[in-house]
């Protein structure tokens, strides 16, 4: 497993831009696949974005898809989501997660191995 850190969340506005970092420990980061959800008040967790070990590949909830970029830096150690052209609707905390699923596509909260704590994004209008 990784210890993983979000950080980057905060209060925008709609059209606003964020950034969200996750910070893992341990050296096997690379042999993770890392993924980014969200959870809104008084619903699921949801699937937003997940990157492939070697970054070469990304997938995207449609709901983000042209708005939000998954990327990593395994030097690092870190993995990334850009988000522009904020929502009311992209309110909610977000999590990173780590998973050993090979190929790319959603993966079930269930089936990642680790999650960040959390980062709440809040956009307002």
């Known amino acids: 497993q990784v210890q993983l850190v979000e950080s980057g969340g905060g209060l925008v506005q709609a059209g606003d831009s964020l950034r969200l970092s996750c910070a893992a420990s341990?050296?096997?980061?690379?042999?993770?696949?890392m993924g980014w959800f969200r959870q809104a008040p008084g619903k699921e967790r949801e699937f937003v974005a997940r990157?492939?070990?070697?970054?070469?590949?990304?997938y995207y909830a449609d709901s983000v898809k042209g708005r939000f970029t998954i990327s990593r830096d395994n030097a690092k150690n870190t993995v990334y989501l850009q988000m522009n052209s904020l929502k009311r609707e992209d309110t909610a905390v977000y999590y990173c997660?780590?998973?050993?699923?090979?190929?790319?596509?959603?993966?079930?909260?269930?089936?990642?191995?680790?999650w960040g704590q959390g980062t709440q994004v809040t956009v307002s209008s």
């Open positions: 997660a780590a998973d050993r699923i090979r190929g790319l596509g959603v993966v079930p909260p269930d089936e990642c191995d680790s």
């Open positions: 990157i492939s070990r070697s970054g070469s590949s990304a």
């Open positions: 341990g050296r096997t980061f690379s042999s993770f696949a």
